[in-house]
Every structure is written in structure tokens, then in C-alpha cells.
């Protein structure tokens, strides 16, 4: 069984920064895959960025050059920084674990809201 906390969301304005961290419970961290889904109100969560055992990584097109993800095995920690942010980027934000791929992740947080708006 693995537990997700994320923290970090809030109120920010167009072009500025955001970090978000995902604290997870569970003696296997390193083995999953660790990833962060966003959703907005009426619409489907969605896969933004992703990050497996060996630090490879991916990222949906709107947000590359803005995003990055990363991993802390020894902290059981994932994180997205998120950088340039726009209006567009407002939404929940959860992160996902599973074991072998993030297509119907077996572990979610609880959301975090981000708002991008002056």
C-alpha cells in the first residue's frame, strides 16, 4: 500500500513559480513509477508529467521548457517544479504511483489546487 500527500499549491500570477511535492509512504518508492495528473472542472484528469525508476522522464507538450519533474528515493519524494506559469496551467493537481506504467495509476493523492491568475 502506498500513501501520496502533496503539498505546494496556491495563488500565483502569470509567469511566475510554483513547486509542488508529493510525499509517499511505502518501502519500494524507488520501483514505482511517480507521476503528476491535472484536472480541471467537467474535464478529465490528465497526465502532465511523469518520472520512472531509471529518471526517465516525460512531459506532456504544453508544458516541456516549463515543467520538471524529479525524485528523492531516499526522501520517497517526487516533485514538479513549475515555472512560466499561464492561466491555462490552472487546475487540481495529483499525484499518481504505480508499479508499472501511469496509463490507471494504482495510487493517488488528494489534489492540490493550482491557480494561475493576477
Known amino acids: 500500500q502506498v500513501q501520496l500527500v502533496e503539498s505546494g499549491g496556491g495563488l500565483v500570477e502569470p509567469g511566475g513559480s510554483l513547486r509542488l511535492s508529493c510525499a509517499a509512504s511505502?518501502?519500494?518508492?524507488?520501483?514505482?513509477?511517480m507521476g503528476w495528473f491535472r484536472q480541471t472542472p467537467g474535464k478529465e484528469r490528465n497526465l502532465v508529467a511523469a518520472i520512472n525508476w531509471s529518471n526517465t522522464t516525460y512531459y506532456t507538450d504544453s508544458v516541456k521548457g516549463r515543467f520538471t519533474i524529479s525524485r528523492d528515493n531516499a526522501k520517497t519524494m517526487v516533485s514538479l517544479q513549475m515555472n512560466s506559469l499561464k492561466p491555462e496551467d490552472t487546475a487540481v493537481y495529483y499525484c499518481?504511483?504505480?508499479?508499472?506504467?501511469?496509463?490507471?495509476?494504482?495510487?493517488w493523492g488528494q489534489g492540490t489546487q493550482v491557480t494561475v491568475s493576477s
Open positions: 511505502g518501502r519500494t518508492f524507488s520501483r514505482y513509477v
Open positions: 499518481a504511483a504505480d508499479k508499472q506504467s501511469l496509463v490507471r495509476p494504482d495510487y
